[in-house]
T-cell receptor
Framework: SQQGEEDPQALSIQEGENATMNCSYK?????LQWYRQNSGRGLVHLIL?????REKHSGRLRVTLDTSKKSSSLLITASRAADTASYFC??????????????FGSGTRLQVQP | DGGITQSPKYLFRKEGQNVTLSCEQN?????MYWYRQDPGQGLRLIYY???????QKGDIAEGYSVSREKKESFPLTVTSAQKNPTAFYLC?????????????FGDGTRLSIL
């Protein structure tokens, strides 16, 4: 089952603008992760935020996590044409007897116009 | 460089044929995963393995089989029972030691029906 759901499904912005993507999930988590996928390629890990963290930064990326609302957001600041890709959130569920594999959302396709 | 290698990059299957997708990693990771991705969609878990000689079904295991005889290798067989095999297949691995680890992905195999 797809636990993470991203919003919006597609986003088109101009270079230099900020891009915000949201993710909602349903169950308790150990952490939430964001990945990037260029067309026809594998996924690349961007950032991991633990369930006891509220905000994390990495370069031009800023991730927030609200466990009370079961939601996360990914902000890419000062976007570049090279940021054009699909972005996925993935949840790492809490629970020792549960499956130990990430659950991915359906992704946000970001287009950055030069 | 350490990483995950998937082969072949493109694969064609005839009706009634079984085909095997290769996944090899030299990251010394215990856990390995197979995902299926349909156009414009997220990733769905087929099978995963936490340790050699053990594997678990994911959400869409029907029509697929795996083996884990070596730590480095986790091949996926798409059997003739899988009636709609056309998709992009992604293999991933993860360090099991401790929580809060990202997954590392290969560059995928695109499977089509002849």
């Amino acid at each position: 089952s797809q636990q993470g759901e991203e919003d919006p499904q597609a986003l088109s912005i101009q270079e230099g603008e900020n891009a915000t993507m949201n993710c909602s999930y349903k169950t308790s988590i150990n952490n939430l992760q964001w990945y990037r996928q260029n067309s026809g390629r594998g996924l690349v890990h961007l950032i991991l935020i633990r369930s006891n963290e509220r905000e994390k930064h990495s370069g031009r990326l800023r991730v927030t996590l609200d466990t009370s609302k079961k939601s996360s957001s990914l902000l890419i600041t000062a976007s570049r044409a090279a940021d054009t890709a699909s972005y996925f959130c993935a949840t790492d569920a809490r629970g020792g007897t549960g499956r130990r594999a990430l659950t991915f959302g359906s992704g946000t396709r970001l287009q950055v116009q030069p | 460089d350490g990483g995950i290698t998937q082969s072949p990059k493109y694969l064609f299957r005839k009706e009634g044929q079984n085909v095997t997708l290769s996944c090899e990693q030299n990251l010394n990771h215990d856990a390995m995963y197979w995902y299926r991705q349909d156009p414009g969609q997220g990733l769905r878990l087929i099978y995963y393995s936490q340790i050699v000689n053990d594997f678990q079904k994911g959400d869409i295991a029907e029509g697929y089989s795996v083996s884990r005889e070596k730590k480095e290798s986790f091949p996926l067989t798409v059997t003739s029972a899988q009636k709609n095999p056309t998709a992009f297949y992604l293999c991933a691995s993860r360090n099991r030691q401790g929580d809060n680890q990202p997954q590392h992905f290969g560059d995928g195999t695109r499977l089509s029906i002849l």
